[in-house]
């Protein structure tokens, strides 16, 4: 289904839930809940378990999401490993909070399905990079050291591709990489996941460019992060997250240039002010955006940090007057 959809139209990802999550201004009792009352650390700025603690809250977004004209909206488990977890002493929360938070997106995506279903709403499984690095060291006296290693990235994974996979959701969206060695041990568990299971669902990749240097973190160029994933069956490979459009529209030209995977990006809404704040307006991104849909660099757009359902809103409606990029071969899709 989504297959096709992109060779008609350009689909709509959702915008930042983190967001959309800080305005609502949670107490460190609520993300609590009842259930964590007696937890022994602090658990406020713990998004990701809002799927359990504050499940209406977290609909209430993705509904918002979707009736601003998103077609994909994205699980609320960007930080949902065992290693992310690690900070909260929820490791073993993991399968859980995936599940949880697939299974409330898909209950939303279906009932605005169901209003109106010649518009099918789509829900992805969010793969965050996790909060450490296996190509470099956090130590700059200690360079061969790292803080995790291959194998644990690949269990932390299989457990959060389990889990959102048997909650339901329609695709998976490995995003934010800024190490692709985190993002292989990711992909290798999606498809030993696939393998067990006997079954595929249809996979993106999403980078992020750290500065104007053009390169990942882990200094890769835009054409090395797309050569070094591209013997997996993807269906898109992207970018987002760091900068803004303008910024990134140079090396999403680059990528749309040497792929023939489907292409996305969800950028920020423009670059973070002095208080770590952003201030790019739903119209002036959404002219920013128009800049990539013109020149028909794009199959899925959508927001990253600091974008909410207005800059969806805008942008869906720029998307649906222009044509998505044509690819000649889908070589592994």
Request: some cysteine; overall charge negative; aromatic content about 8%.
């Given at each position: 289904?989504?297959?096709k959809l992109?060779?008609?139209?350009i689909l709509?990802?959702d915008g930042?839930?983190?967001?959309?999550i800080?305005?609502?201004?949670?107490?460190e009792?609520?993300?609590?809940?009842?259930?964590?009352?007696?937890?022994?650390c602090?658990?406020g700025?713990?998004?990701?378990?809002?799927?359990?603690?504050?499940a209406?809250?977290?609909?209430?977004?993705?509904?918002?999401?979707l009736?601003?004209?998103?077609?994909?909206?994205?699980?609320?488990?960007?930080?949902?490993?065992s290693?992310a977890?690690?900070?909260?002493?929820?490791?073993?929360?993991?399968?859980e909070?995936n599940?949880?938070?697939?299974?409330?997106?898909k209950?939303v995506?279906d009932?605005?399905?169901?209003?109106?279903?010649?518009?099918p709403?789509?829900?992805?499984?969010?793969?965050?990079?996790?909060?450490?690095?296996?190509?470099?060291s956090?130590?700059?006296?200690?360079?061969?050291?790292r803080?995790?290693?291959?194998?644990?990235?690949f269990?932390?994974?299989?457990?959060?591709?389990?889990?959102l996979?048997?909650?339901?959701v329609?695709l998976?969206?490995?995003?934010?990489?800024?190490d692709?060695?985190?993002?292989?041990?990711?992909?290798?568990a999606?498809?030993?996941?696939?393998?067990?299971?006997?079954l595929?669902?249809?996979v993106?990749?999403?980078?992020?460019?750290?500065?104007?240097s053009?390169r990942?973190l882990?200094g890769q160029?835009?054409?090395?992060?797309?050569?070094?994933?591209?013997?997996?069956?993807?269906?898109?490979?992207?970018?987002?997250?760091?900068?803004g459009?303008?910024?990134l529209?140079?090396?999403?030209?680059?990528?749309?240039?040497?792929?023939?995977?489907?292409?996305?990006?969800h950028?920020?809404?423009g670059?973070?002010?002095a208080?770590?704040?952003y201030d790019?307006?739903?119209?002036?991104?959404?002219?920013l955006?128009?800049k990539?849909?013109?020149?028909?660099?794009v199959?899925?757009v959508?927001?990253?940090?600091?974008?909410?359902?207005?800059?969806?809103q805008?942008?869906?409606?720029?998307a649906?007057?222009?044509?998505p990029?044509?690819i000649?071969?889908?070589?592994?899709?």
């Amino acid at each position: 289904m989504i297959e096709k959809l992109l060779k008609e139209r350009i689909l709509v990802l959702d915008g930042a839930m983190g967001t959309m999550i800080q305005k609502l201004e949670f107490s460190e009792e609520q993300f609590r809940g009842d259930r964590f009352l007696d937890h022994p650390c602090p658990l406020g700025g713990n998004n990701d378990l809002l799927s359990i603690t504050q499940a209406d809250a977290i609909k209430n977004i993705h509904e918002q999401y979707l009736l601003a004209g998103a077609d994909i909206i994205e699980t609320n488990t960007f930080s949902s490993t065992s290693i992310a977890m690690a900070d909260y002493q929820l490791e073993d929360l993991a399968y859980e909070l995936n599940y949880e938070s697939a299974r409330i997106a898909k209950e939303v995506a279906d009932k605005i399905t169901l209003q109106n279903p010649s518009k099918p709403r789509f829900v992805a499984g969010s793969i965050g990079p996790t909060n450490k690095t296996a190509s470099m060291s956090p130590d700059v006296n200690d360079p061969g050291f790292r803080a995790v290693n291959y194998d644990d990235l690949f269990e932390a994974y299989r457990v959060q591709v389990a889990g959102l996979v048997e909650g339901g959701v329609d695709l998976l969206l490995v995003e934010t990489v800024f190490d692709t060695l985190n993002a292989k041990a990711a992909l290798y568990a999606i498809q030993h996941y696939f393998d067990e299971k006997k079954l595929n669902l249809p996979v993106m990749v999403s980078g992020t460019i750290t500065d104007n240097s053009g390169r990942t973190l882990s200094g890769q160029t835009v054409e090395a992060f797309a050569i070094s994933i591209s013997h997996i069956p993807l269906i898109s490979i992207g970018f987002n997250c760091a900068l803004g459009a303008d910024q990134l529209l140079p090396y999403i030209k680059r990528l749309a240039g040497i792929t023939s995977f489907y292409t996305s990006v969800h950028p920020n809404a423009g670059l973070p002010n002095a208080f770590g704040e952003y201030d790019q307006s739903p119209q002036e991104m959404a002219a920013l955006i128009e800049k990539f849909l013109n020149q028909n660099l794009v199959n899925i757009v959508g927001g990253c940090c600091g974008t909410t359902p207005d800059h969806i809103q805008l942008i869906a409606e720029a998307a649906a007057k222009t044509k998505p990029r044509k690819i000649e071969t889908q070589t592994h899709a």
